[in-house]
């Protein structure tokens, strides 16, 4: 790959999720003076991700409000009650085969900045490995990126989580980008946006 054609990175942000420990559709809590879900597409899109595909399912009009005006695509997981992996697979279908990686978050993720987004951006135009894991400590978690290589078998399999399997299987190939541990933290309950706010 030429650095006249630079490998094309999408962001995929999972945000279907019914939120039923938090009691209401945490995609449209406000943080700093924006929504979750707005909060996370814009870390993607400032840290350069194109496309950028945020797969919404329940209460999905209201979702796709908050996102009015980003240039982001919108997309539906009409199994949004399923595993996470469902929404991962809508999001993978709809990228363009000149795609050549994408990089996976979750909505609720509050502390995954374009900062941290960057870095893997950053980290695969120095390794060819198949995918770049985020580290907290000792656990890994999204964002992580995969490469196209690896579609195959995120589309096979199911289950929750962004991958695990997948990542599992290839841990012996990873990059790893290690971050504060803090960063960690997402929000699935009302104690945990509390939390976060303090933040």
């Known amino acids: 790959m030429s ?4 490998e094309r990175i999408a962001g995929i942000v999972l945000a279907a999720g019914v939120s039923s420990r938090m009691g209401r559709n945490k995609m449209l809590l406000q943080l700093d003076g924006e929504s979750l879900v707005r909060r996370a597409v814009g870390a993607a899109l400032t840290a350069g991700l194109a496309p950028v595909v945020a ?7 209201c979702v796709r409000r908050e996102l009015e005006g980003l240039d982001c695509q919108t997309i539906t997981n009409p199994s949004y009650t399923g595993f996470t992996s469902g929404s991962l697979h809508v999001g993978l279908h709809a ?19 374009a900062h941290i987004l960057r870095g ?5 135009t120095v390794s060819d490995a198949p995918l770049i894991v985020s580290r907290y400590g000792d656990v ?39 971050w504060p541990a803090h960063a960690l ?6 104690e945990d946006f509390a939390r976060a706010g303090r933040r």
């Open 55 to 61: 797969v919404v399912g329940f209460e999905e009009e």
């Open 3 to 6: 650095e006249a054609e630079p």
């Open 95 to 113: 990228l363009a085969p000149d795609v050549g990686a994408a990089i996976v978050l979750l909505g609720d993720m509050v502390h995954v900045s």
């Open 140 to 178: 890994t978690a999204p964002p992580i990126l995969f490469r196209r290589p690896l579609f195959g078998e995120l589309l096979d399999w199911h289950g929750e989580g962004c991958g695990k399997a997948v990542v599992r299987a290839h841990a012996h190939e990873a990059t790893y980008l290690d």
């Open 185 to 190: 933290e997402d929000v699935d309950t009302p």
């Open 120 to 124: 893997l951006l950053v980290a695969s």
